[in-house]
Every structure is written in C-alpha cells, then in structure tokens.
C-alpha cells in the first residue's frame, strides 16, 4: 500500500517543483489517494472477514470526509493502478468496480461510471496511460485501451482503441495519437 503511494506520490512530483511534505498539505487528490490506498489494502487483504469490517468502518468514514471536502469519490473496492494522478480535484465519480490501469491521469469532472442494458451493463476498463480530459463520461461494459485519450466534455460509451484520440458526444475516433504527451 505504501508502496503504490510513493508511486502516486513521485508521480505528482514529476508535475510539480514543491517538496513531498508541500504537495500531501495542498493536493486533494494525493488526500483522496492517501485514504484510497488504505482503504483498498485493507479490502484486499486476506485477514479475516470480521476484522476486515471493523477496519473498513472508519475507512468508509474517512471516505466521506474526503468526498465532502473535495468532490472526489474513489470507492474503495474500486481497482486502480500505481502511478494514477488526479489533475484537479472536484466532481470526480469512480464507480466501486472500476478497473483503471497504471500510470493513468484524469481531470476534474470526470465520471466514470455504470451504463447500459441487459448484457451491456457494466463499468468500463481503463487501460494504462489512459489520459481523461475535463469533464469527459465515460459509462457501460466498454474497454479504454492502453495510452488512450479520452477529450475534455467527452462522452464514451463505447470501445476506444488503444493509442486512439476520442473527443465529442459522443465520442468518436480523431485520430491516432497517444497519451505519450499528456502523461
């Protein structure tokens, strides 16, 4: 858990001049990775049921707090890889079985979260070096493939090739650049 953390950690690093101790005081989104990484060690660790719950209690509560202070919810049943950087905080919504890939970066407004009917009902799957842009949705049982860019204000509700541009509502193919420049 620690581990993946100075993963994120160093990962700020790389956007940012300050220090460790600057950027854990004054970047919501290292806040909400610092109680994600916890919270999901605990969930997928092989202690005993009942213990698990009685750890994951204040883990949920701590949670909440995070949500409420800085609009960003990571649940933490969610998979999310090493490296992930959140841009900016605020309205960002990950569905509780999300699986986002490593090295991934996503921006203020994004939702990721559950759509579709009958067998296409789901949540996506991000690939690693996915890039998400302002306010972009991406909702269903749909696959983001590796080093993809998902445009500001997008609406992806289908498959994204990897190493794809996508951009509009909804989204379609731009062109074939990858996320090598965004991440």
């Not at 905080?89 to 921006?107: E, H, K, L, P, Y």
């Not at 080093?147 to 909804?170: F, M």
Request: with cysteine; glycine share 10%; charged share 15%.
């Amino acid at each position: 858990m620690l581990l993946k953390f100075k993963e994120d950690l160093k990962k700020y690093k790389q956007y940012s001049s300050s220090n460790s101790l600057v950027l854990l005081f004054t970047q919501q989104g290292l806040w909400a990775l610092f109680v994600y990484r916890i919270s999901n060690a605990i969930y997928t660790s092989t202690m005993p049921k009942l213990f698990k719950r009685v750890l994951l209690m204040p883990c949920l509560v701590f949670q909440k707090c995070i949500e409420i202070v800085t609009g960003i919810s990571l649940p933490y049943s969610a998979v999310l890889g090493e490296r992930f950087y959140i841009g900016h905080f605020g309205g960002i919504i990950i569905n509780a079985n999300t699986v986002i890939g490593d090295n991934c970066n996503i921006s203020q407004g994004v939702t990721i979260g559950v759509s579709g009917l009958k067998e296409k009902r789901g949540v996506p799957t991000i690939g690693n070096n996915v890039y998400v842009g302002a306010n972009a949705v991406i909702v269903g049982k749909i696959n983001i493939g590796d080093g993809a860019v998902i445009g500001a204000n997008s609406l992806v509700t289908k498959d994204v090739l990897s190493h794809t541009t996508v951009l509009g509502v909804p989204a379609i193919k731009i062109n074939d650049h990858s996320s090598k420049g965004y991440i």
